[in-house]
């Protein structure tokens, strides 16, 4: 059965778009069925796949309307990597964004709108944007599973209460299923003492199910469309990736 995950936190430059490529083709290349929905704005993991926005016939945007598109002419096949595909984003998604505050409903337009493709996958990751807003909102009601990366720093570790209270008044009110998964620490420098003392904090109060290291291995070829997992597969962060995807699949 589908498992649906969202990727969030409010704060931003914490890795959310680079651990949803690299744990979804993880998965992919483990031989699972896998969407990704880039679900913010930026438009950065549809850029990170190697698309181009403006060139982009469909986008999530047209799942989201009123008068909604087909969600599967929305959705792009790699044709690098076997078992993965995208619905990308755009900057129009901001607009829309608004529009979407006054809908009937409006918590749950993501998640109706998913119904019709799960059947087709064995994982769907949703990249979300950094705010609580309402698009993170609908990820959260559409999904089974949060997954938090956390930069390893006090604020972060800070911030981790606010999206905490989010997802457990979703929880109450909208959808009674969602679950945090586990929580990603990123950017982990070890020989920064804080970076040791909050990663501590986070072992000790939420259930840690990797740690991705500041390394600029992550960053290499990302204007090629290729992730770390792919493009470097022993390095340390690669290694770590796919340990959190082997996690996600025991857990998920
Ligand atoms: N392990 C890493 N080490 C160093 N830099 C990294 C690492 N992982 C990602 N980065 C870089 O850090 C920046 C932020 O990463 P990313 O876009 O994944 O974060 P994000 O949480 O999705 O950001 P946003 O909130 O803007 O959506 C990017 O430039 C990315 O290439
Ligand atoms: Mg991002």
Redesign the pocket.
């Known amino acids: 059965m589908c498992k649906t995950i969202a990727i969030a936190n409010q704060k931003?430059?914490?890795?959310?778009?680079?651990?949803t490529f690299n744990i979804s083709v993880a998965l992919a290349t483990m031989g699972k069925q896998v969407l990704m929905i880039d679900f913010?704005p930026?438009a950065?993991l549809t850029i990170s796949a190697g698309l181009e926005p403006l060139n982009l016939e469909h986008t999530v945007c047209d799942i989201l309307k009123k008068s909604s598109e087909s969600v599967t002419n929305c959705i792009y096949k790699f044709n690098n990597i076997s078992n993965l595909s995208i619905i990308p984003s755009i900057i129009d998604l901001a607009a829309l964004e608004m529009g979407m505050q006054t809908r009937t409903a409006r918590e749950k337009i993501l998640a109706r709108a998913l119904d019709s493709i799960k059947h087709s996958y064995d994982y769907i990751f949703i990249d979300c944007?950094?705010q609580l807003s309402i698009l993170t909102v609908n990820a959260l009601a559409a999904c089974d599973y949060v997954v938090i990366?956390c930069k390893t720093d006090y604020l972060s570790y800070r911030g981790l209460e606010q999206l905490e209270n989010t997802i457990s008044d979703l929880k109450r009110l909208v959808n009674e299923n969602v679950e945090i998964l586990g929580v990603v620490a990123?950017?982990y420098e070890k020989n920064v003492k804080d970076h040791n003392n909050i990663l501590n904090l986070l072992h000790k109060k939420y259930s840690v199910i990797g740690v991705?290291?500041?390394?600029?291995e992550?960053?290499k070829g990302?204007y090629e469309g290729i992730p770390v997992v792919l493009r470097n597969p022993k390095a340390d962060?690669s290694v770590e990736y796919v340990k959190i995807a082997n996690e996600i699949l025991i857990r998920g």
């Open positions: 931003g430059g914490i890795c959310k778009t680079t651990s913010d930026q950065s944007p950094p990366p990123t950017l991705i290291k500041k390394t600029v992550a960053v990302i962060i």
